[in-house]
Nanobody
Framework: QVQFVESGGGSVQPGGSLRLSCRASGSIFSIYGMGWYRQAPGKQRELVAY???????NYADSVKGRFTISRDNAKNMVYLHMNSLKPEDTALYYC???????????WGQGTQVTVSS
């Protein structure tokens, strides 16, 4: 089963930036669409950014224009560049392929992002 390890979270002030990284196991990573998800306390996990195997991207309205998802298939890595961070971006961030697709795997530990002044 595909596994994911997220890193790069931290505590930043509003308006700050972070880059999250996700390393995926498996030799056929390049054929998977991949997403970054987040879960805030008391809320359901939500998809915030998606990148297809062909590098097409989609974003949740709440992060459009501020977040950028990218991938490096040679390294089995997916990144989330987050700019102009807001307190409402505070959450535990995870990566995974969409449920029901071949790349979907077990959820990793996630990486915590905290935005506060």
């Amino acid at each position: 089963q595909v596994q994911f390890v997220e890193s790069g979270g931290g505590s930043v002030q509003p308006g700050g930036s972070l880059r999250l990284s996700c390393r995926a196991s498996g030799s056929i990573f390049s054929i998977y669409g991949m997403g970054w998800y987040r879960q805030a306390p008391g809320k359901q996990r939500e998809l915030v950014a998606y990148i297809s195997s062909g590098n097409s991207t989609n974003y949740a309205d709440s992060v459009k224009g501020r977040f950028t998802i990218s991938r490096d298939n040679a390294k089995n890595m997916v990144y989330l560049h987050m700019n102009s961070l807001k307190p409402e971006d505070t959450a535990l961030y995870y990566c995974n392929a969409p449920r029901g697709t071949p790349g979907f795997g077990s959820w990793g530990q996630g990486t915590q992002v905290t935005v506060s002044s």
